[in-house]
């Protein structure tokens, strides 16, 4: 697959199957990923793989922080969020490791980074034939998962991408009008 066509057609997969990107692919994948641009070379990027018993420690830590927030909450409940990361064989999670007070390199900055990072993780899981899927939802964002993890407090977790095997179809690329976004100065 050519670059461009790679950039004009890769599209989200959620339904995944095993097996778990290979080693090679994986190497592919992350180098990718550091080539991600970065102001002043902090490299504010740090990634976390879960595959095999890896996917049920997180479930597990997702469980605990869904308790947390509502002590209430009922056991069917709690299983269905264990279950949510058994969505894919594998899963990176994508966070912006953040060093505060960096002149001309503020904070949203080193998250960006960490945005294009996990943008080239999905370009090159499309490019290999995989499937792949950015996930947040509100785990993300959860002080116990973020514990879990051992984010900084300036840390951020801006994502879960979901990998795998292709179990499904692509939908079709969605078509934009370029005017409807790109302003030109002449
Ligand atoms: C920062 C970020 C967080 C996202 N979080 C979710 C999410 O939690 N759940 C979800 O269904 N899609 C989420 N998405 C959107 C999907 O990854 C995907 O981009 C969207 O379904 C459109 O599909 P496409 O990538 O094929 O255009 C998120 C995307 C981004 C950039």
């Known amino acids: 697959m050519d670059a461009m066509t790679l950039l004009h057609e890769r599209s989200s997969m959620g339904k995944l199957m095993g097996p778990p990107p290979g080693p090679e692919q994986l190497d592919a994948i992350y180098r990718a990923a550091l080539r ?24 597990e830590l997702f469980a605990e922080a869904e308790f947390r927030e509502d002590p ?59 499937g792949a899927m950015w996930r947040s939802g509100k785990y993300a964002f959860d002080p116990t998962v973020r514990k879990g993890l051992g984010l900084d407090e300036d840390d951020e977790l801006i994502a879960f991408i979901y990998l795998g095997q292709l179990g499904g179809r692509h939908r079709p690329v969605p078509e934009h009008r370029l005017s409807d976004f790109v302003e030109r100065w002449t």
């Open 36 to 59: 991600a641009p970065d102001h002043k070379e902090l490299r504010p990027w740090r990634f976390i793989e879960f595959s095999g018993e890896g996917l049920a420690r997180l479930g």
């Open 72 to 130: 209430e909450v009922s056991d069917a409940a709690l299983d269905a969020v264990r279950k949510k990361p058994h969505r894919a064989p594998m899963i990176i999670a994508v966070v912006a490791k953040v060093t505060p007070d960096i002149p001309k390199v503020p904070k949203i900055e080193q998250v960006v980074s960490a945005g294009c990072a996990g943008h080239a993780i999905l370009l090159a899981a499309h490019a290999l034939g995989l």
